[in-house]
């Protein structure tokens, strides 16, 4: 089973950027379709976004679309989160994970202020 361990994340003002990293290790990464989610303060975890084995293929959260971008980079092991014009409904703790399995990063925290 692949292991994830985010970073990326800190505090940010609105309209900022932060990109996020997820390093993977374990099975090949390109055999799983991975993707972010976030929990912000006193809610549940929320789908970001996803992108498929090859890449090709990636799908957002409305709140995210057109302002986050979801990459890999299957040679580094790599998947990552560049998120722009942030607000602070952006406000999270963010995961990375692989699709439909039970597998979650340690998470990275991060805080959009006014």
């Known amino acids: 089973q692949v292991q994830l361990v985010e970073s990326g994340g800190g505090l940010v003002q609105t309209g900022g950027s932060l990109r996020l990293s997820c390093a993977t290790s374990?099975?090949?990464?390109?055999?799983?379709?991975m993707g972010w989610f976030r929990q912000p303060p006193g809610k549940e975890r929320e789908f970001v976004a996803s992108?498929?084995?090859?890449?090709?293929?990636?799908r957002y959260a409305v709140p995210v679309k057109g302002r986050f971008t979801i990459s890999r980079d299957n040679a580094k092991n790599t998947v990552d989160l560049q998120m722009n014009s942030l607000k602070p409904e952006d406000t999270a703790v963010y995961y990375c994970?692989?699709?439909?399995?039970?597998?979650w990063g340690q998470g990275t925290q991060v805080t959009v202020s006014s």
């Open positions: 992108i498929s084995r090859s890449g090709e293929r990636t």
């Open positions: 374990g099975r090949t990464l390109s055999s799983y379709a």
């Open positions: 994970t692989v699709i439909g399995r039970g597998t």
